[in-house]
C-alpha cells in the first residue's frame, strides 16, 4: 500500500493520457454510473464577483469493477486572467485518492487531464451514435479541444478524411501542419464540416452557427461548446430533428447544447432520448438502421476526471514518472 502521492505535471499528463485507453476508462465509467456504481454530487461553486471569477469543485467515486477511485477536481474560471496576470482562464488541479484507505494517490494538472477526457466522452458516444462505416470527421473550431476530439474519436472510428472550420486562420494552420501527413485534413467553412460523417462542435457561441440544411441525414454531433447557461451551438431545428443523448440531465438542461431550447420549451424531457452511461449498458438503443441525425450534449462529469485520472496514475507508475512526495510524513 502507497502512502506517497504522486505530483503530475501537464506535460506528464499529456504523456500518458494515451487516447485509446481513456476512451475505455471513460466508457468503464458511464457504465458504472449507469449500473448505480457511481458517486457523484453536483458541481458546487464558490462565487468570487470582486475578482470576476469562480471555483468550481467537482468530486466523485467510481466503482468500474476491475478498479475503483474517488477524486475531486478543483477548476477556475477568471476571464480576466489573460489580460491583467498572464495566466490562463481556465485551471484546472485534479486529486486523485486511494478509496479504500483516503491517501492522496496522485495530485495531476486538471486542465490537460480535462482535454483528454473530453474527448474521450465524444469518443464513446461516437462509438454507440455513429454509423459503423464512418469515416470523415468535421471539426467546427480549431481550438485545444479540437486536438483531443481528433485523436480520441480516430480510436473508434476509421477516420481518414478531417475537414476543420474556424475564423481564426493561425489556429485552423497550426491544426492542419499537426494532421498533414496523418490524416486528409483540409480547411473549409462550417458547412463544408459539418456535412462530415460524424462532427464535433467546439466553440463558445450563444448563438447557433449549425443549421439543420448543412447536416448529413445520419450524421452524428458532438456539442462539446456549451458550458454555461446561454450558450447555444447547433439550432433547434437540428435539435428537434435528431435523436439526443445527454451525459447528465441536470447539467446538461442547466448549461448544455440543449439548455437554451429547453427552457424555452422547445425541447422537453420528452425529446431527450437517454443518457448515455444507459445506451452504453444497454438500457437504451444506440444508433439502428433507421437513425437520422444523433447528437451527443456533453457537459463533462467528475467521473470521467477519474477515469482519465485513474490511466494517467497508472501508466505513470509504470513509467516511474512524477514526483513522489509523503505529503501527510506517513511513509
Same mark, same amino acid.
Given at each position: 500500500?502507497?502512502?506517497?502521492?504522486?505530483?503530475?505535471?501537464?506535460?506528464?499528463? #499529456?504523456?500518458?493520457?494515451?487516447?485509446?485507453?481513456?476512451?475505455?476508462?471513460?466508457?468503464?465509467?458511464?457504465?458504472?454510473?449507469?449500473?448505480?456504481?457511481?458517486? +457523484?454530487? !453536483?458541481?458546487? *461553486?464558490?462565487?468570487?464577483? +470582486?475578482?470576476?471569477?469562480?471555483?468550481?469543485?467537482?468530486?466523485?467515486? &467510481?466503482?468500474?469493477?476491475?478498479?475503483?477511485?474517488?477524486?475531486?477536481?478543483?477548476?477556475?474560471?477568471?476571464?480576466?486572467?489573460?489580460?491583467?496576470?498572464?495566466?490562463?482562464?481556465?485551471?484546472?488541479?485534479? &486529486?486523485?485518492?486511494?478509496?479504500?484507505?483516503?491517501?492522496?494517490? !496522485?495530485?495531476?494538472?486538471?486542465?490537460?487531464?480535462?482535454?483528454?477526457?473530453?474527448? !474521450?466522452?465524444?469518443?464513446?458516444?461516437?462509438?454507440?451514435?455513429?454509423?459503423?462505416?464512418?469515416?470523415? &470527421?468535421?471539426?467546427?473550431?480549431?481550438?485545444?479541444?479540437?486536438?483531443?476530439?481528433?485523436?480520441?474519436?480516430?480510436?473508434?472510428?476509421?477516420?481518414?478524411?478531417?475537414?476543420?472550420?474556424?475564423?481564426?486562420?493561425?489556429?485552423?494552420?497550426?491544426?492542419? #501542419?499537426? *494532421?498533414?501527413?496523418?490524416? =486528409?485534413?483540409?480547411?473549409?467553412?462550417?458547412?463544408?464540416?459539418?456535412?462530415?460523417?460524424?462532427?464535433?462542435?467546439?466553440?463558445?457561441?450563444?448563438?447557433?452557427?449549425? $443549421?439543420?440544411?448543412?447536416?448529413?441525414?445520419?450524421?452524428?454531433?458532438?456539442?462539446?461548446?456549451?458550458?454555461?447557461?446561454?450558450?447555444?451551438? &447547433?439550432? =433547434?431545428?437540428?435539435?428537434?430533428?435528431?435523436?439526443?443523448?445527454?451525459?447528465?440531465?441536470?447539467?446538461?438542461?442547466?448549461?448544455?447544447?440543449?439548455?437554451?431550447?429547453?427552457? #424555452?420549451?422547445?425541447?422537453?424531457?420528452?425529446?431527450?432520448? !437517454?443518457?448515455?452511461?444507459?445506451?452504453?449498458?444497454?438500457?437504451?438503443?444506440?444508433?439502428? $438502421?433507421?437513425?437520422?441525425?444523433?447528437?451527443?450534449?456533453?457537459?463533462?462529469?467528475?467521473?470521467?476526471?477519474?477515469?482519465?485520472?485513474?490511466?494517467? *496514475?497508472?501508466?505513470?507508475?509504470?513509467?516511474?514518472?512524477?514526483?513522489?512526495?509523503?505529503?501527510?510524513?506517513?511513509?
Amino acid at each position: 500500500m502507497t502512502r506517497n502521492t504522486l505530483l503530475l505535471d501537464r506535460s506528464t499528463v #499529456e504523456a500518458y493520457a494515451e487516447p485509446a485507453a481513456v476512451v475505455d476508462a471513460v466508457e468503464q465509467a458511464f457504465a458504472a454510473a449507469a449500473d448505480g456504481d457511481a458517486i +457523484q454530487p !453536483a458541481k458546487s *461553486y464558490v462565487e468570487l464577483p +470582486q475578482y470576476n471569477g469562480d471555483f468550481r469543485s467537482m468530486p466523485a467515486y &467510481l466503482d468500474a469493477g476491475e478498479w475503483d477511485a474517488a477524486g475531486v477536481k478543483w477548476v477556475n474560471v477568471h476571464p480576466d486572467n489573460p489580460a491583467d496576470h498572464d495566466l490562463p482562464t481556465v485551471m484546472g488541479t485534479m &486529486l486523485y485518492a486511494d478509496p479504500e484507505t483516503g491517501v492522496p494517490l !496522485a495530485i495531476l494538472d486538471g486542465t490537460a487531464l480535462t482535454m483528454a477526457r473530453t474527448g !474521450a466522452a465524444a469518443a464513446v458516444a461516437t462509438k454507440y451514435l455513429a454509423r459503423e462505416d464512418a469515416s470523415s &470527421l468535421g471539426l467546427v473550431g480549431a481550438g485545444a479541444q479540437s486536438y483531443s476530439q481528433l485523436e480520441a474519436i480516430a480510436t473508434v472510428r476509421a477516420i481518414d478524411e478531417v475537414v476543420v472550420a474556424d475564423q481564426d486562420d493561425e489556429r485552423v494552420a497550426a491544426f492542419l #501542419e499537426r *494532421y498533414d501527413g496523418r490524416f =486528409d485534413v483540409r480547411e473549409g467553412d462550417v458547412a463544408d464540416a459539418v456535412a462530415s460523417d460524424v462532427v464535433s462542435t467546439v466553440t463558445p457561441v450563444r448563438e447557433p452557427i449549425v $443549421d439543420r440544411a448543412a447536416v448529413g441525414e445520419h450524421t452524428h454531433v458532438n456539442a462539446i461548446g456549451a458550458d454555461a447557461p446561454g450558450k447555444h451551438e &447547433l439550432a =433547434d431545428d437540428l435539435l428537434t430533428a435528431a435523436t439526443i443523448v445527454i451525459d447528465d440531465h441536470e447539467q446538461c438542461t442547466h448549461s448544455g447544447e440543449i439548455n437554451v431550447p429547453y427552457a #424555452e420549451g422547445v425541447l422537453t424531457d420528452a425529446d431527450i432520448h !437517454a443518457e448515455l452511461g444507459d445506451v452504453v449498458v444497454g438500457d437504451a438503443p444506440g444508433r439502428t $438502421d433507421e437513425t437520422g441525425i444523433t447528437v451527443f450534449d456533453s457537459t463533462g462529469l467528475a467521473i470521467q476526471d477519474l477515469a482519465a485520472a485513474h490511466v494517467v *496514475y497508472e501508466h505513470a507508475l509504470e513509467g516511474e514518472e512524477g514526483r513522489d512526495v509523503d505529503l501527510y510524513g506517513l511513509a
